[in-house]
């Protein structure tokens, strides 16, 4: 049985998410979900009730997803080997038709569930003019690298009234789809879009260090984190990510625990917040 949470203090909650309402209406915040596929349905439900909310409170949430460990389990199911150099998938022609088969599942629920909590959703697939990329490299096969983004089709469904759901894949040449690190996606975007926030949902907290969650971090604190080390493996490119981020227009990035129940209202609507922000 759920504790009964006292009407006083339900209703310090909303006094307290006021001024941020008021202070973020009208702004685009990206969100990257991270493990999404990883995630109990209840959980990946509620978090788009959570972004329907932030739509409806004047917001306009902006969705990139991945879907990392989806294409390793359908790469296995077919007696395919995951490889990775530095991070990024390798992505011969086979792996790239079920990279596109995995994201249009995930892609299509994410819209699903968002309409089923009340929003107006788009697909937005980044190979279709969103995202111009370059091969990344030979020994990477059909991996791109972000060379232009083109957010009209973005920043025409958000006029619309409607929640952009973007598939991290570019064009290359010859008109192929590439795949594109969904951090990376997520970071161009948002400075493309000028946006007020970018919002990494992944699986941890946010920054910890010595155990202890860091709530804030400037560019130039993030930066010394990584070079002595303090930051470790899969959190240096999210770092990286912010900082650029931030340097390039976009007010604030935040590193929050996806798996935590309204984590991204907390990060964004409470004076304590649940992650870590990336500051100029």
Sequence with gaps: ???LIPVSEKASVLVEALPYIQKYGGKVAVIKLGAYPL???????SIMRDIVLLKYTGMHPVIVHGGGPGITEEMEKRGKEAKFINGLRVTDAETARIVKKVFSGINKEIVKYLKLAGGKAKPAWGDKGLFKIKPKGRKFGFVGEVTKVSPK???SAVKKGRIP???????????KSYNINADTAATKLAVALKAEKLTFMTSVE?????????????????????K???AKAGMIPKLEAGIYAVNNGVKKAHLINGDKE??????IYTDKGIGTEVVK
């Design 1 to 3: 049985m759920k504790a």
């Design 39 to 45: 995630l109990p349905a209840k959980v990946r439900k």
């Design 153 to 155: 089709e973005v920043l």
């Design 165 to 175: 759901v973007v598939a991290p894949m570019g064009l290359g040449p010859k008109g």
């Design 206 to 226: 946010g920054f910890l260090e010595k155990g202890k969650l860091i709530p804030t971090l400037t560019v130039k604190q993030a930066k010394t984190k990584i």
């Design 228 to 230: 002595k080390g303090v």
């Design 262 to 267: 309204h984590a991204l209202l907390l990060e």
